[in-house]
């Protein structure tokens, strides 16, 4: 067996080591329990790379494995959806039809488009079709759609519509990373199992007014406990995490350092390599895993466990409250890499600087808007107070303007806060925990845990028009965590 280090670090040395924020009891992973024998083929997700096509959603009654059954919804007869791939620059005609007898709209996650192409809950239509145009104008990076009706976004993205939506440019091409079979899109989403084995989405009043809906199985690419096959060699893998309101703090097996290159909006300006990483809800995370190191053996990716710190003075409601699926923070194994002993990979150089970056100088802000997180007893969570309305405007801000967002989690449970039609930076978190890797990137969506103010700092480009921002538990934005926000 030929062994080579694929990942040869040109920058690693440098003090870019993320030390890990969670350091939870010392519970190792060969102490969780084994779950799963990882009967299921790992599911690759099929592309579209026209300009113009279709985007259709229709009931389904689909077969995840044996002994598991969706009856859902897919898009274009497939879960997860579709993979969009297509070069910065593209002008796209998406036409989106809806047949699933309920009213819906798509958003696209972290896309920066008009505002009547941004999939505002108030463009929903309860049948035919909208017609989407837009040109992707921003960096490539791994984004992600998904339906966006108000109060029932949780519904549908469960049972099976959401799928990536890849951007390419000449940036990241000329980093010549990992490509073809070494670029996995790995979705990852838990769901509850009935006894008969039928996926099922039945959130209870305090599920929506507190934890989120918390599933028992987590699937991967819609498949539980599946295996993929690959070469001990190095790959990309485009984390998202489509879970309703499940956070991961993903790890390998046996501690097996990674890469972390891309978040939410694209590239690092420099890799991290960490052990573990945790993923809100809504997140993405490009990682680089040099599986050399396990040749001619396996290792399973996991998410091990980790604390949510407890907010106001009601300790440990969130789990005395609600969820019957696994508390928040427990540990999971969710899918096996099966790795061979032979590849004709070249060795990669992973360079200092992935990409040039930019960020709005703190002393460049016109102002700074605080964003109030709290549960009001007979409400659940709000924003400033208030459960969302259609048609109120939230948060006005001029066009071309620089902000400071300060998320103040005032709860008990974690929410990670999402804001359309923007980018933007995390400046600080309050307490000890530091940012995370994916945070020295571009981000739209980030995790706010209880008793947590999180600064973040954007520019608002995008068109003029109505948007929202919300929290990405689905639960919560679906019970009113969402508030307008219009772009002047
Ligand atoms: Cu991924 Cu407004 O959502
Ligand atoms: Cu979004
Ligand atoms: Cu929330």
Not at 114 to 143: C, K
Not at 292 to 316: C, E, Y
Request: proline share 6%; net charge negative; glycine share 10%.
């Amino acid at each position: 067996m030929k062994r080579k280090q694929f990942l040869r670090s040109v920058g690693l040395g440098t003090g870019v080591l993320a030390m890990s924020p969670w350091l939870t009891s010392c519970l190792s992973v060969s102490e969780t329990e084994p779950q799963g024998d990882f009967k299921n083929k790992l599911p690759l997700p099929g592309e579209i790379s026209e300009r113009s096509f279709d985007l259709s959603a229709a009931p389904a009654e689909i077969q995840l494995s044996e002994s598991i059954n969706l009856s859902g919804f897919q898009f274009n007869n497939t879960v997860p959806g579709p993979t969009i791939r297509h070069t910065r620059g593209s002008e796209l005609n998406i036409r989106f039809n809806n047949d699933i007898g309920q009213e819906s709209i798509i958003h696209w996650h972290g896309l920066i488009v008009p505002p009547e192409m941004d999939g505002h809950p108030r463009d929903v239509i309860s049948s035919g079709t909208y017609n989407y145009h837009f040109r992707l104008d921003q960096r490539a990076g791994t984004y992600w759609y998904h339906p966006h009706p108000h109060r029932i976004t949780g519904e549908q993205v469960y049972r099976g519509l959401a799928g990536f939506f890849i951007i390419e440019d000449e940036e990241e091409k000329d980093l010549n990373l990992p490509g073809g079979d070494y670029e996995i899109p790995l979705v990852i989403q838990d769901r509850r199992i009935s006894e008969t084995g039928q996926i099922i989405y039945n959130p209870s009043r305090p599920e929506r007014m507190m934890t989120g809906f918390l599933g028992d199985t987590i699937l991967v690419n819609g498949a539980p406990f599946p295996y993929h096959e690959v070469e001990p060699g190095l790959y990309r893998l485009r984390i998202l995490n489509g879970s309703n309101a499940r956070i991961y703090n993903l790890a390998f097996q046996n501690d097996l350092p990674f890469t972390v290159i891309g978040t939410d909006g694209g590239l690092l300006p420099e890799a991290i390599e960490t052990s573990e990483l945790l993923m809100a809800p809504g997140e993405r995370a490009d990682i680089l895993i040099d599986l050399s190191n396990v040749a001619n053996s396996t290792t399973q990716l996991i998410s091990k466990p980790f604390d949510v710190p407890s907010g106001g003075g009601m300790m440990g409601m969130q789990n005395m409250m609600g969820s019957d699926g696994p508390e928040q923070g427990a540990a999971f194994t969710l899918m096996e890499f099966r790795v061979g002993d032979t590849t004709n990979q070249d060795v990669f150089d992973l360079p200092d600087r992935l990409a040039e970056v930019s960020f709005p100088n703190e002393s460049s802000a016109d102002r700074t808007r605080q964003i109030l997180l709290s549960m009001e007893m007979m409400s659940g969570h709000t924003i400033n107070g208030r459960l969302f309305e259609m048609e109120r405007v939230d948060e006005r801000v001029a066009q071309g303007s620089t902000e400071i967002w300060e998320f103040v989690n005032n709860s008990n449970v974690p929410h990670p806060m999402h804001v359309h039609a923007v980018q933007f930076k995390v400046l600080d978190r309050s307490g000890t925990r530091g940012l995370i890797p994916t945070e020295s990137g571009w981000k739209d969506t980030v995790l706010v845990m209880p008793g947590e103010t999180v600064r973040t700092i954007m520019k608002f480009d995008a068109q003029k028009g109505m948007y929202v921002f919300h929290c990405h538990n689905l639960e919560h934005e679906d019970n009113g965590m969402m508030a307008n926000l219009e772009i002047v």
